[in-house]
């Protein structure tokens, strides 16, 4: 469970008087307790992974953000924020991987793209970001 993890490593931030990595984990677990309680059970992995995603595009968000507006110290502070964020995520599959397990489920020419994210949502849910799917479905319709 990732939950779990999340705790054990907010206590070890804790214990060294990790700012950061303290603040970023308190509001992943704020986050998923929050989702538990709303559920009213235990979540599942993939939900658990939906979760920490959310977080991650809101990061990035905040990085495009602080890029833009020229904050190096922002910037610093959001690049290590994802670093630790990802380190909760499956690894992230390549574009060329995506691509192999898109067409072996049925994704090719000619399809439309609802259809052809249909299938790709699901089944590489937490393994790639949104935008790179949608890239590779783009790439093979």
Known sequence: MLKTAV???????????????????????????????????????????????????QTNQALEGAQNAGRVDLIEKEEAKLVLLKTFLPKQLSEAEIAEKLLAAGVSKGMNMGEAMKIAKPLLSGQAEGAVISKVVKSLI
């Not at 060294?16 to 303290?22: F, P, Q, R, S």
């Open 7 to 57: 705790f054990e490593q907010l206590k070890t931030a804790m214990k060294e008087k990790d700012v950061l990595a303290k603040g970023v984990l308190t509001l992943v677990k704020s986050a998923l307790d929050l989702a538990e309680k709303e559920k009213g059970e235990p979540l599942t992995q993939p939900e658990e992974i939906a979760i920490i995603n959310r977080e991650v595009k």
